[in-house]
């Protein structure tokens, strides 16, 4: 069993910045893919980012290639997701799940998932 705690999230203005952190607990974070998903209203939840157990490896939706970085602390069980040039269209829940295996961006693959936390960025 794994908890995971998203923080971070916030109100901000079109152009800036947040840092999102999800805390793990539970059993050994070092082996579990990490992924980003968010949800905006009325949307369905769609695939953010996610990155290897090790950290090497990391993938990005195109919407947010070149603004988000996904990174990941195997000694603080911690995941991140630097978020910058923020755009109105960022606007939604952001959820940090986890899976056993590959790299993966269809949510239904990831077993444990946090409550989220709201992100705002207003134009």
């Known amino acids: 069993q794994v908890q995971l705690v998203e923080s971070g999230g916030g109100l901000v203005q079109a152009g800036g910045s947040l840092r999102l952190s999800c805390a793990a607990s539970g059993r050994i974070f070092s082996s579990y893919v990490m992924g980003w998903f968010r949800q905006a209203p009325a949307k369905e939840r769609e695939f953010v980012a996610t990155i290897s157990s090790s950290g090497r490896i990391t993938d990005y939706a195109d919407s947010v290639k070149g603004r988000f970085t996904i990174s990941r602390d195997n000694a603080k069980n911690t995941v991140s997701l630097q978020m910058n040039s923020l755009r109105p269209e960022d606007t939604a829940v952001y959820y940090c799940?986890?899976?056993?295996?590959?790299?993966?961006?269809?949510?239904?693959?990831?077993?444990?998932w946090g409550q989220g936390t709201q992100v705002t960025v207003s134009s």
């Open positions: 799940a986890a899976r056993y295996g590959p790299n993966r961006r269809v949510e239904s693959e990831y077993r444990y």
